[in-house]
Structure formats: structure tokens, C-alpha cells
């Protein structure tokens, strides 16, 4: 794998700065603050962030930095400096009432050499005063403090520097992650039989039924199942299920894989009845890698890798083809061009799509399930014909073709939403782009009942950014899946960015309603031009620890040609799937907050708990596995460690470190 990187700060000390002689006192604000990142508006140079004078509890200062969490400024102080102090608080320009609370923390050269606390609003400016000596790389953070940005203005008031050595430089980014090369934590399935994914299929009575069962092991392999209800039939060598069941009704199933070394056995659940998506969906979407430029070779291609890669064999499933699979209104693209419709009003795929119907027929012998994606306006987000006023009639055409997804977008609704909607009464004063939250469901209502209509399970996956709270709503529109949250990137502050902030939504999450962070971006990504993904390492392992806490729709968004062993290794581990496709559906909430870690935990059906030791900030810090007591757990526990699907001796722990932006991931059960 190429450039990946961790963290311990360190940047470049290549910009010469003018050497001093004797000790001098350099005030941060003569520094270039422009340089620094934070969450909120613009560093400010001797005023608070709104502009106003700066002020800790009561207090005036005439020089300083006024930032917002999250904050990050790196400064090159070139090892001759001996101190950095300063006055640190919340800005009174907040009001003592507001939520804000931030923590400050001073980093040299990857070492944590200070921390202010948690600091609110109206609190007295407290001191920080740190010895620089031999310090080359400095990092002034503020966090905040474990409870989301609101209101954390956040003042370095007196800032200033101690030097006999180079003046102290700015340099400009987010903290500059030092490379690690990528380490793959996660041992090699072994030639044994396993089946592996999920043990929960629902279905719906009359519609096609297809589930490969994900197994590893050396091949050949033979597969047998035993309580098989009648419709449903096996391939003893692909050990894909087809078939349909006429009535409602479970059915507890028991799955066998064997070959020359063994035999494995699974019980599965198969429950014929109104739902579907019992368990996240789990597949790959080609936005995240091709965007506008997807084609039906990729998505062919994208397919083919997932069986050859193995992948097929740790439960990923579907192949969803995001936008740009019909034609464009406006683009100068050729290949984009052409008629929107026929003259019955049925959709035209572009010219990079010949065959719609073969395609999903081609994924489907792989023995994998074909997504597509369309938008409630007359245009797409990417600006391809969007489904406005043919709501039955795509759907209708969607399930011909065969395809057993639908991700709903929201684009250009807006244009059209008031004459679709009558009754409109209250106009929402926020500025939302809907103007009652009946405006923000009825496209979903709609395009859900014209789903359930056809007679085939199509999971209905809602893209409209968590508008007018869809966790709320989505399931009752029919929604399997929904986006909390607008597009992710590949970069740390958009993905902790996210998934750190789904408390809210995560208690409507259950079997077949998910909340939906939105999809992976792991691997090689880019929206059309693709590189390998700026996450570091680490937080690659908190990324795929995360989404499986949080039950998140699983969808890999690289390019599926170019997996690497270390991405591969990443979406390839049973233990950690296992709690993304957790039978019981729970999702889960941060249960404590601890400086820079945050503990996330996730009940399971087996009565275990999976528990994630995520460390935020950007030097490693200790894990002490003392802490289950105050965590619920009480007496003897067996604590396995997921990532690594080792055990962990509780009573004899070496110190174990949770790496900066990384994750510790365990398995905690009562010990017998
Ligand atoms: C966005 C959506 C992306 C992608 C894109 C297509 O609104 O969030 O995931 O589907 O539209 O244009």
C-alpha cells in the first residue's frame, strides 16, 4: 500500500527561520495563525472568533489567538525553545448558559506535555505554562471536550513563546500524521470450513430469494442444508439459496460447509414476512471511487473482484450502481447523452449501460444482489434524469430489471416539492430546504409504497442527509436504510466528524430500519480520479470498528480492482462484521468520555457487549481495562480482543495504548 501515514506530529522543519540569540519572548500572534484548522469561522489574531476583544470569565486581554474547537495550530519551534504559556478559556462572548465546553491541549513533538481539563463557559482563565526544552514540534489543540462543537469559542489568550533558538514558525494543515506503514492486525481465515456473516435473512412471501452462504475455507467445498422450508433450494457447490416462499413464516435452518478438512455448521434464521435488510445491508457503491464516470465494465469488474477477492465469503452482497447510470440533462460527455425516456415514459440508461436487465443477471450468477440509484426531483444530484413524476413506474422497471436496491436521493426535490405537496401550512423558519416535514417524507412515502408493490425485495435505502429527523420516519415509509448525515470524505475530520455524532438517531436503529452514516472510504477513493484513501492506519481501524457499532449499512466505495492486503485484511474479519450483522439490531451510543477517549458499546444477542476504546486525540493513551466496573460490568468478564481474535487476560494486562485516532476494539462476556 502506498502513502499512509500516523500520527506523532512532525512537519517539516525546512522553512529557515531567523536564528536568535539571547532568550526573547515571541508573542503567538505574530505568528501566522492562518495557518490553523478549526471547526467553526476563522482564526483571530487578538480578538475572540466572533471578533470581539478577547475575555476568559471576566477578564480582558489585549494579545492572543481566538479560535473555535475543533482547533488545531502546528507550530515549527526548532528545539531552542525553552517555554510556551498562555491564559486558555472559553470566550465570554459565549454565554455562561451555552453548552460549550472544550478542552486545550499542548503537543510536543507527539507527546502530550499538557491539558487544560474540560473548560466551560464563564470559568476563569486557567494558566498553562510548558517547558519547551528539546520540543522541535508543537501542536496547540482544542478539543471539544467529547460533546460535539456548539458554542466552544475558545481563546489563547498571552499566548507567547521563550526562545534563544529559531523564531517559531506556523505551518499550515491539519496535524500532519507521521507515516506508518500499514499493519494488518487480523489473522488469515483458516483452511477450515467457516461460515461466517449474518444468521438473520429476512424475506418477503413471493418475492425471489437469493443469499449465498459466506463461507471460508480451502475450496472445493460441498454445502448441505437441513430444515430448509419447500420453495427454497441449494447449490451444493456455490452454496447460493434461490427460490421463493409463498407463505410467512420462520424457519430455523442449519448450514453446512465441508471440505477435505473438516465440516462447519451454522444455525440461520430465515424469516418469511414483511421485512427485509433484518441485518445492515453489506456491498459496495461505485460513488465513492468513480462517480460520473461509472460505467457497466466497472460495475462488472467491481463484482467479479468482490467474489475473487473472497470477499463474497465474509457476507458482502450487493453491487449498487450510484448515479450517472441514466442520461444527463446538460453534460458534454457523449456517452451521457440521449433521451431521458421513452415514449412510454420508461427511463433511458445512457449509453455506458447497454443492458440493465443483463447486468443485474450477470450479478446475480455471481451469486450477488444489484443496487441502483435515482433521485424524487426531475434531476439527479450529479444532474441524470431523477424519477419526478414516474415514482411507479421506475419502480416498476427497477424490479423487471432485477434489481434489488434503491438508494433515494433528495436533489432538485426542492424545486418541485410545494406543488407536489398540497396542505402546506407552516413554513419552517430554520432555513431548511423543505417547508414542512411533510414536504421533507412524501417522495419516500411514495417511491416505498411503489416498492413494496413489486414482487421482489428491494431495500430501500433513503438519501436525503437525516432532513426533518428522518430515524423518526424513515421505517414507516417503508425505508430500510437511511443517511443521517450529508456526503462523507476521506479525511478524519469527516469521518469522526460523523461518526462520532449519531447518538441521536442510533436508539431508532432495529432489525430492517438502519441509520446510515453513509458509506466506507477505505481503499483506493476519489470521486472519479481516485488515490489511496488520506485515513491513516489507525483510523481505517476506527472507521470499520465504528460503522459496526454503530449497525451502519456497509458499503465499500473503492475502486474493487485495486484492494490492497491491508484493505482487504480490513474488510475481511468475521469477528468484526459479526457486530455490524448482530441479529439484535442494537446501535450503538458513547457511554463515556474521557479526555480524548470515548468508549462506544453495543449490546449482542449472545448477551455479550462489543465495546470500542476509540482515542481522539493525536498521541496514544492508555486503556485501563479496570474501567469495565464503571462500565456495567461486574464480576469476572472474558474480554477478547476482535481486531486481533485473540483473548485478552484481564487480571494480568501489559498497559495496553490505544494509538492516536485508533481504536481498541474487544468482545466483553460474562466469564463462566
Ligand atoms: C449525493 C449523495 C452521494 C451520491 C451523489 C450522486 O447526494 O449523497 O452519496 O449518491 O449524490 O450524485
Redo the contacts with the bound molecule.
Sequence with gaps: MKSRFVLALGFSLAVLAPQMTSAETVWLDDLNLAAATQGWGQPHKNQSVDGHTLTIGGQKFERGFGTHAESHLKINVGGGAQKFSAKVGVDDEVNSNAASSVEFIVVGDGKTLWRSGVMKAGAAAKDCAVDLTGVKSLLLQVSDSGDGIDFDHADWADAKFETAGTKPTTVSGEPQLIFVAPYILTPAAPATPRINGANLFGVRPGSPFLFTIPATGERPMEFSATGLPDGLQLDTKTGCITGVLKTKGEFIVTLRAKNSLGTAEKKFRIVCGDQMALTPPMGWNS?NCF?GAVSEERVKSAADALVKSGLINHGWTYINV??FWQNHRNSKDPTLRGDFRDTNGVIVPNSRFPDMKGLADYIHKLGLKAGL?SSPGPW???GCAGSWQHEAQDAQTYAEWGFDYL?Y???SYGSVVSSEVTNVAKVKSNGSPWKKDEEAIYPYKIMGEFLRKQNRDIVFSL?Q?GMADVWNWGGAVNGNCW?TT??ITDTWRSMSGIGFRQDKAAPLAKPGNWNDP??LIVGEVGWGKTHPTRLSVDEQYTHISLWCLLSAPLLIGCDMTKLDDFTLNLLSNDEVLAIDQDALGKETTCVSTNGDVRIYAKDLEDGGRALGFFNLGVTPLPLDLKQLASLGFGGQQHVHDLWRQSDVPVNDTPAIMIPAHGVVLYKVTAAK
Design positions: 460513488w462517480a450510484d448515479d440509484y439527479t444530484c450529479g438508494k436521493d433528495w436533489c438519501c442527509y443517511r450529508g456526503d453513509d458509506m
